[in-house]
C-alpha cells in the first residue's frame, strides 16, 4: 500500500468509524497529516518512551502517522534514551476530527485555537476557514516554530502566536470558535470575554481523579459562556494545571496516620467513569495512584500535594470492610465517601448530565441545568 493511499486509508477509517461528518471530510482528505509529525517522535515501552526516526525506521514511522492514535512528539528529557513524561503531543486523529465536528464552524467565521502543537489542527481550520480567519496560540517557542514552519512547508499561513494562551488574543478578538487543545480545570474568563455572542468554546476539562470530558460552551453576550459535556476526552495538561504527578512523594509520617475501616468498596469509585468524574468535581486537588497485591488485592492511595495530605484503602477481595489510613489536615478518602454519597443521592448521574457556567466570578459546576449547582467540596472533619 502506498503512503498516499495509507492517507485515503486513515479518513475512510476515520469515516466509517462515525468520527468524521461530511462537513470535515474534504478538509481532512487535503491536509496532510505526514507534514506536521516531526522526524523524531516517542513510542512507549515498558520503561518509558523511546525515539523512532524517520530516517532509520521510515515504514514503521509511516504507518504510525496515518494509524488513529495519538504521537508522542516531546518528551522531558532524562539524559537517556528512554523518558518517562510526554510534554507534548499530536492528538489521535478521531479525536481532532470530533473536537472539530463540535466546533460547527461555518464560511466567514473566525477562530482561535489554545495549543497550536503540530500546526495539523490549524491547518484544518485554515483549510476550512482561510487563513486570515485562523489565530493559534502555542506557550511553547519551540513548538510555535515548529508548527509555523510545518504550515508554511504544507501552504498554509494562519497567524500563530508565541504566548499564554490562557490570556486568549486580544487584538483578534472578538472569535466566533475557540478550540484549546489541552486539558483544562480552571476555564480562563479570557476566553468567555473574547467569544462573540452566540459563539462556541470547545475543550477539554478534567481533574485530578478525572482526565477527561470534553464541554460545549456557548457564548450568552453578557460575559458568560456556558455548555454541557458532550463526551470524553483526556488530553495533556495545560502547563500551568499539571497535577503533581508523583502520588507517593507526598505520603509521608505513615506511622502518624489515622487508621479506621471503610465499607466503601474503592472500586464503586474510581472503577466508574461517571462515580470517578463526580468525585473529581467534590474532592478538588487530589491524585490517585493504585499498588497491586496478589491474589486481586491492591491499595488506593490518595494525595493533595498542597496540604501533604494523603489517605489510603487496602481493598481486600470478597471483604466487607477494607481498611484506610488518612494523614494530614484533608481527610481524603472520608470526602471521597462523601462525594460518592452524593453521587448516590442525585441518582448516580452520568458525566453528560453535567455542564459549566463561566463568568467574571469564576466557573460553575451544574448538573442538568445551570440553575442546579453542584457542591464545589465536600469538607469533612
Known sequence: MSRESSRVGLVEELTRGGYLSPSWRDAFTRVDRKQFIPDRIWVRGDDGYHPLNRTTDPDRWHALVYDDQALVTQVEDNGGGTALIPSSSASMPRVVATMLDALAVADGQTALEIGTGTGYNAALLSEQLGDRHVVSIEVDPRIADTARASLKAAGYAPTVI?????????P???????????ALHTVPYALAEQTAPGGAIVLPWGTGLYNGVLLRLTAGGDGTASGPVIGDS?????RGETPHRDVMATVKEQDRATASRTCLDPRLVLGDENAAFTAGILVPDCRYSVGHGPDGEFTLWLADHATSSWASVDYVPDAAEHDSRQYGPRRLWGEVEAAYAWWQSAGSPDRTRYGLTVNAAGQHLWL????TLVPERHQVD
Open 162 to 170: 508565541t504566548g499564554d494562551g490562557g490570556l486568549g488574543c486580544p
Open 172 to 182: 483578534y478578538a472578538p472569535y466566533d470558535r475557540i478550540i484549546v487543545t489541552c
Open 234 to 238: 483526556a488530553f495533556m495538561w495545560n
Open 368 to 371: 442538568d441545568s445551570p440553575d
